[in-house]
Every structure is written in structure tokens, then in C-alpha cells.
């Protein structure tokens, strides 16, 4: 298993967008396979050019997300905050861990906590994460997340999957 100093964490650039995203659509696969068909991964896939753009857009515009990369530079995981949202407001967080994404290689390494410490430190915050991703809610559980009993139905490509709220307060 790789170690905490294979890798290093920092801010991403433009030039991220396309291997993150390409490394994101891996981690679909990867995570979800048991939950959506072939042609999910495949539409995304051919997504993947608008996709670069709207991020792209993004970070010029003052959007932040972080990468890890191993010693080669590869993309080996991805993380990134965002404000809670309106319909969140009942949890009494600030921020919303939109995306966290590590490679399987580095599932246990502590990569997966470390970029999220990257990104919250020890503030309160939310995560939603997929019912039937039984390793992602035991990830957030051991970093302090409970199901706080809210979910969505999920629409659109996901749609027939359901999110459930975790929430970390320290309060």
C-alpha cells in the first residue's frame, strides 16, 4: 500500500481539469459499477469536453478544488468544498464536501482523510453520499459524518439512486 509521502496535495490548476476528470470518471467506475449500467460511464465519458470546459470556466472564475499527485504527477485523487446550499441550511454547516476521489490503490493510505482535511480542517461540514456506496459512508462515518436521516432522489442519469446526508458537528 502506498505511503503518506508518496504523494503531495496541492491547488489545481487548468491544466488538472482533464486528467482530474478523467481520474474522477475512473473513480465512477470504480465505486459505482454495481449501480449503473455500461452506458452511464459511457455517456459521461462523452461528457467529458463540456465538462473540462465548465470547470475550466470555474476555476477562472475563483473556484477552487485540490488534487493529489504521485510522484510522477499523476492524478491520484481529488477533493473540493463548496458553500452549503439554501436546502441545507437546516444542518447548521458553512460547507459542503462536494467531491472527495482517491484511486483504489490508495484506499486506507489516509489519502481519501487527508485531502478532506485539506479542504474542511476540523469544521463542521456535509457530505451526501450514495446509498449502496457502503465503503464511502463507512469512510465519512470514521471521520466523525452521521447520516443525519435526509435523502434525495436522484434525477437525470443517477436517477433511480438516492443520496443520504451525512453531517459532522462538533457542537
Keep these: 500500500?502506498?505511503?503518506?509521502?508518496?504523494?503531495?496535495?496541492?491547488?489545481?490548476?487548468?491544466?488538472?481539469?482533464?486528467p482530474a476528470l478523467e481520474m474522477k470518471l475512473d473513480s465512477w467506475r470504480e465505486a459505482y459499477a454495481a449501480l449503473r449500467e455500461p452506458s452511464f460511464f459511457a455517456h459521461?465519458?462523452?461528457q467529458l469536453e463540456g465538462q473540462v470546459?465548465?470547470?475550466?470556466?470555474?476555476?477562472?472564475?475563483?473556484?477552487?478544488?485540490?488534487i493529489a499527485e504521485d510522484e510522477q504527477g499523476k492524478i491520484i485523487?481529488?477533493?473540493?468544498?463548496?458553500?452549503?446550499?439554501?436546502e441545507d441550511k437546516d444542518t447548521g454547516v458553512e460547507i459542503e464536501l462536494g467531491m472527495l476521489y482517491?484511486?483504489?490503490?490508495?484506499?486506507?493510505s489516509g489519502l481519501g482523510a487527508h485531502l478532506m482535511d485539506v479542504v474542511l480542517g476540523q469544521r463542521d461540514a456535509l457530505v451526501w453520499v450514495l446509498e449502496g456506496n457502503s465503503r464511502a459512508q463507512a469512510f465519512f462515518e470514521k471521520q466523525g459524518f452521521k447520516a443525519d436521516g435526509t435523502t434525495?432522489?436522484?434525477?437525470?442519469?443517477?436517477?433511480?439512486l438516492i443520496e443520504r446526508r451525512m453531517v459532522r458537528a462538533h457542537g
Design 1 to 18: 500500500m502506498p505511503q503518506m509521502n508518496d504523494y503531495r496535495i496541492r491547488l489545481a490548476t487548468e491544466n488538472d481539469v482533464r
Design 44 to 46: 459521461h465519458q462523452e
Design 53 to 66: 470546459a465548465w470547470w475550466e470556466r470555474g476555476l477562472a472564475s475563483g473556484a477552487q478544488f485540490f
Design 77 to 86: 485523487g481529488l477533493a473540493g468544498g463548496t458553500p452549503t446550499i439554501e
Design 102 to 108: 482517491v484511486e483504489k490503490q490508495y484506499y486506507g
Design 152 to 160: 434525495e432522489s436522484l434525477v437525470g442519469t443517477w436517477q433511480g
